[in-house]
């Protein structure tokens, strides 16, 4: 079999695309493979702000038309930049192990959060981090920031912000581990919905190659991703909203699911923390919990 796997062509989306190969390769070398570059509407517009451009899948429509069209036969994105809806024909394989799921805190100067002077400036375009972090310090200054993590840090020398906020997994996917100050964890800072996994995306039907990349699966983030996903389907939010959802399973067996919603401008928001024996169960009462459901 040719496997022609489809991905953006950012850094971080071609470490992604690559680990995928690379782990394919190893367990199927029966199978000759390739990347192919695809360029989204989202990589095209890097200019307008994201709020403007709004409309979900922004970054994975291109994409998936390929996997229709036939062109690629496997996708590989980040599952937390995924709409809910996923067009018909199309399906995710069973989740891979996830990579940390936690968000950072790197810092231009400073050792610790707490170390931060009065009103320091911090960078991020995502309101879910804006508001958290002014829970834990009131006095920061947030500005918008947007960009592949490379220009990221760039802004934050050239701006000469004090910090900014990103995802573990997209550092450590780069190689750029060591440029991270502080790990929150997940009760201080709850992640976005499917943090740190990869959304492996094939065409329905196609069972030969769903049977391979599903036999390299890992059944607790397929749970967890599960329902991380179903929470942020239920607050009927986007990427865009300040919703978070982490998910993790405790010895016990049961599954522990955090939640968050804001309101648009964060002067409220609605944080849980649920337990359940399904993915479903822990989902329904932590849109219950935030009110998103009665
Ligand atoms: N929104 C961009 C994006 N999409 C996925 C990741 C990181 C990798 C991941 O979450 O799997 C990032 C960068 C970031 O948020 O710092």
Same mark, same amino acid.
Not at 116 to 139: C, E, M, N
Not at 263 to 284: H, L, N, R, Y
């Given at each position: 079999?040719?496997?022609?796997? @489809?991905?953006?062509?950012?850094?971080?989306?071609?470490?992604? #695309?690559?680990?995928?190969?690379?782990?394919? !390769?190893?367990?199927?070398?029966?199978?000759?493979?390739?990347?192919?570059?695809?360029?989204?509407? +989202?990589?095209? *517009? !890097?200019?307008?702000?994201?709020?403007?451009?709004?409309? /979900?899948?922004?970054?994975?429509?291109?994409?998936?038309? *390929?996997?229709?069209?036939? &062109?690629?036969?496997?996708?590989?994105?980040?599952?937390?930049?995924?709409?809910?809806?996923?067009?018909?024909?199309?399906?995710? #394989?069973?989740?891979?192990?996830?990579?940390?799921?936690?968000?950072? =805190?790197?810092?231009?100067?400073?050792?610790?959060? *707490?170390?931060?002077?009065?009103?320091?400036?911090?960078?991020?375009?995502?309101?879910?981090?804006?508001?958290?972090?002014? !829970?834990?310090?009131?006095?920061?200054?947030? &500005?918008?920031?947007?960009?592949?993590?490379?220009?990221?840090?760039?802004?934050?020398?050239?701006?000469? =912000?004090? +910090?900014?906020?990103?995802?573990?997994?997209? $550092?450590?996917?780069?190689?750029?581990?060591?440029?991270?100050?502080?790990?929150?964890?997940?009760?201080?800072?709850?992640?976005?919905? #499917?943090?740190?996994?990869?959304?492996?995306?094939?065409?329905?039907?196609? /069972?030969?190659?769903?049977?391979?990349?599903?036999?390299?699966?890992?059944?607790?983030?397929?749970?967890?991703?599960?329902?991380?996903?179903?929470? $942020?389907? +239920? &607050? @009927?939010?986007?990427?865009?909203?300040?919703?978070?959802?982490?998910?993790?399973? $405790?010895?016990? +067996?049961?599954?522990?699911?955090?939640?968050?919603?804001?309101?648009?401008?964060?002067?409220?928001?609605?944080?849980?923390?649920?337990? @359940?024996?399904?993915?479903?169960?822990?989902?329904?009462?932590?849109?219950?919990?935030?009110?998103?459901?009665?």
């Amino acid at each position: 079999m040719n496997v022609i796997i @489809g991905t953006r062509g950012s850094k971080l989306a071609l470490a992604q #695309a690559e680990y995928v190969k690379n782990r394919l !390769q190893k367990h199927y070398p029966q199978n000759s493979y390739e990347l192919k570059i695809i360029s989204t509407k +989202g990589d095209r *517009e !890097q200019k307008k702000a994201l709020d403007q451009m709004g409309d /979900k899948g922004l970054f994975v429509r291109e994409i998936e038309q *390929e996997l229709l069209d036939g &062109t690629i036969s496997l996708a590989v994105h980040s599952m937390k930049d995924m709409p809910a809806e996923q067009p018909s024909g199309l399906v995710f #394989a069973h989740a891979w192990k996830r990579e940390d799921p936690r968000d950072v =805190l790197i810092l231009r100067e400073a050792v610790s959060l *707490e170390e931060l002077p009065q009103h320091a400036v911090i960078g991020t375009g995502s309101r879910r981090r804006a508001f958290q972090l002014l !829970q834990l310090r009131k006095d920061l200054r947030i &500005t918008g920031i947007r960009g592949n993590v490379d220009t990221r840090i760039k802004k934050m020398q050239e701006e000469q =912000l004090d +910090g900014i906020v990103l995802a573990a997994a997209g $550092l450590h996917r780069l190689g750029r581990t060591s440029l991270i100050t502080q790990y929150f964890e997940p009760e201080q800072m709850i992640p976005a919905a #499917a943090q740190g996994t990869l959304a492996l995306e094939l065409r329905e039907g196609d /069972k030969e190659l769903s049977g391979q990349v599903n036999a390299l699966s890992d059944i607790v983030t397929e749970e967890i991703t599960c329902a991380e996903r179903l929470f $942020l389907k +239920g &607050t @009927g939010g986007d990427c865009h909203m300040p919703i978070g959802a982490y998910a993790c399973k $405790l010895p016990d +067996g049961r599954m522990q699911l955090l939640g968050m919603v804001g309101s648009a401008d964060g002067s409220s928001i609605k944080k849980c923390k649920v337990f @359940g024996e399904t993915p479903q169960e822990a989902a329904q009462r932590a849109l219950r919990e935030t009110g998103c459901t009665r």
